[in-house]
């Protein structure tokens, strides 16, 4: 049994573009703790290749970026919450350069080193900004430098949050955080946190799929945590999956940016045909769920591992200026894609569903938010705008900021937290156990709760997950908890969620699409899918 506690006033749990856009935005009285499962870096910001959108042309406008957002959100974005975001782009692109991420400038322009703007799925002008073709890189080394000089925000590394903890608020009634349960990886250790306000910022979930442009780390914590401690999540089902993977062997599933295809990049079959005309009037720039589905109808029907994304046509000096990362990566796999087309696959890419939040990123729970990828906000709708997901972390970091601020001055805090008890566990001797459901649970979610979904592959996917819980929670109550465990824990809490959502919306919309009702209902599905863990 383990008493050690540690007191902050706000603990953040994850540090990519949403906690650290939190942190950074807090007042530097406030004491911060921060919370990353591996090193700071290793999260979904990092690995974003694309860029931030925000309208900073002056043929481009506000309402331009609002109705892309809506139109590919399929009929589910909530107005308000967009005409928030679009509204913030340029002030939130003058933050990050105000913390010294440098951007892409058009070296063609003399005017003030005017940034660089590309095009990409869904946008009907240039308006994304982006540091060469690693704007994640940029956006997470920049916040990382600004978060080591600041006094007031201690860095947790190797550190997983096995649970949240809540109690009843004297004053409301209501569910409130105080903290939460914490492992240190490399001391094997389980101490406790105590916090009136604590920040779910852990990202997605796409790691449940066996196929992923995701890093490891992204396992659905947050989600499976705040639906654990009592919260609503809501839109599960729209998984959204990067069309344009590398397919190859040992390229895990590396992303080939959307921005390929934003400057010139075709979509080919093995016989060098372009077939996305044939699936939508915008061609190789549809949104990404029209994209991704016109490559699994093609794989299938034809019997190939791969369709090509081909930007040869273009000047290899425009493509190692403009990609230079991307060549770099590529030609390390064998390709040149100055000279020849990249075999690429779908993989899931990102999580549209999440913790239910106000437009202040708070949950059901008095004094727990949830900001980024592990939130609903009610911006992505249907499925996701490419590159309007830092501009969202960034913003509801932002308009957390605010709301944790004033919480803060009349919060209730708890005393003490009730010790993780242990002493009636022992350590597993077959952690075999974990690596096979994990397999298993990975393999039959891109199976059954894919690009493609039926009502029989969805149910087959639910009775197996049942099964995987069971085994789980007769796991966690006899042995000692690891890393993998926890993570195997949360994944399956969020493919169940996934699930369960896919099943009640019997309707294809954005990124949910089923055989069994091809066409999209308005009268009885444009709304969002809302789970209650009450009910």
């Known amino acids: 049994m383990s008493d050690n506690t540690f007191s902050y006033d706000v603990i953040i749990i994850g540090s990519g573009a949403a906690g650290m856009g939190l942190a950074l935005s807090l007042p530097s009285h406030i004491q911060i703790a921060i919370l990353s499962k591996l090193n700071m870096s290793e999260g979904s910001t990092y690995y974003a290749q694309g860029g931030i959108s925000a309208v900073l042309d002056d043929a481009d406008s506000l309402d331009s970026h609002r109705i892309d957002t809506i139109r590919a959100g399929a009929g589910l974005c909530h107005d308000d919450i967009v005409e928030l975001v679009v509204s913030h782009g340029k002030a939130s692109i003058d933050w990050l350069m105000a913390n010294n991420v440098q951007f892409s400038t058009n070296k ?19 308006r994304v900004v982006h540091a060469d073709d690693s704007t994640g890189r940029a956006v ?6 600004q978060i080591l000089n600041q006094s007031n925000i201690k860095i947790f590394e190797h550190h997983n949050v096995i649970d949240l903890v809540t109690s009843k608020d004297k004053k409301t009634g209501k569910k409130r955080v105080t903290g939460c349960y914490v492992l240190d990886t490399k001391k094997d250790v389980i101490f406790n946190m105590k916090s009136p306000c604590v920040t779910l910022a852990t990202g997605g979930a796409s790691k449940v799929y066996l196929y992923t442009s995701n890093p490891d780390v992204s396992t659905g914590d947050g ?11 809501a839109n599960m089902e729209f998984m959204q999956f990067h069309p344009t993977c590398l397919f190859h062997p040992e390229a895990k599933s590396f992303l080939i940016s959307e921005a390929v295809r934003g400057e010139g990049g075709l979509l080919l079959l093995p016989d060098g045909t372009r077939f996305m005309p044939n699936f939508d009037k915008r061609a190789e720039l549809a949104p990404r769920d029209i994209v991704a589905r016109a490559i699994d ?15 040869s046509h273009r000047t290899a000096k425009f493509t190692k200026s403009h990609f230079p990362m991307l060549n770099e990566r590529c030609l390390s796999f064998g390709f040149d894609m100055t000279k020849d087309p990249l075999p690429v696959v779908p993989a899931a890419h990102y999580t549209c569903g999440g913790v239910m939040t106000d437009r202040n990123g708070l949950t059901d729970i008095t004094g727990l938010y949830a900001v980024g990828e592990t939130a609903f906000t ?23 900021s605010i709301d944790i601020t004033k919480f803060l001055e009349g919060a209730e805090r708890s005393s003490r937290i009730k010790a993780w008890d242990d002493s009636k566990v022992i350590n597993s001797d077959e952690a075999i156990v974990v690596s096979h459901n994990w397999a298993e649970l990975r393999q039959f979610m891109w199976d059954y709760v894919g690009i493609v979904r039926t009502t029989k592959r969805l149910q087959r996917a639910k009775h197996r997950i049942t099964l995987l819980k069971q085994e789980i929670e007769d796991y966690y109550s006899h042995f000692h908890v690891t890393s993998d465990f926890l993570e195997l824990r949360n994944l399956v809490t969020t ?41």
């Open 297 to 311: 109808h093609e794989m299938k029907r034809l019997g190939i591992p791969s369709v090509f994304l081909d930007i």
């Open 223 to 233: 989600i499976a945590m705040a639906w654990r401690a009592g919260c609503r999540v």
């Open 108 to 126: 063609n322009i003399r005017s003030n080193n005017k940034l660089h703007l590309t095009k990409e799925g869904g946008h009907s002008y240039r």
């Open 378 to 400: 009610g911006l992505h709708g249907a499925n996701r705008m490419a590159s309007n997901s830092i501009l969202e972390c960034l913003v509801f970091a932002k308009q957390a």
């Open 140 to 145: 997470q080394t920049a916040l990382n430098e």
């Open 495 to 535: 493919a169940e969620l996934i699930i369960d959502s896919a099943l009640l919306r019997k309707e294809s919309r954005g990124l949910h699409y089923t055989l069994d009702y091809p066409n999209t209902d308005d009268k009885n599905f444009k709304k969002d899918t809302v789970l209650n863990p009450s009910k």
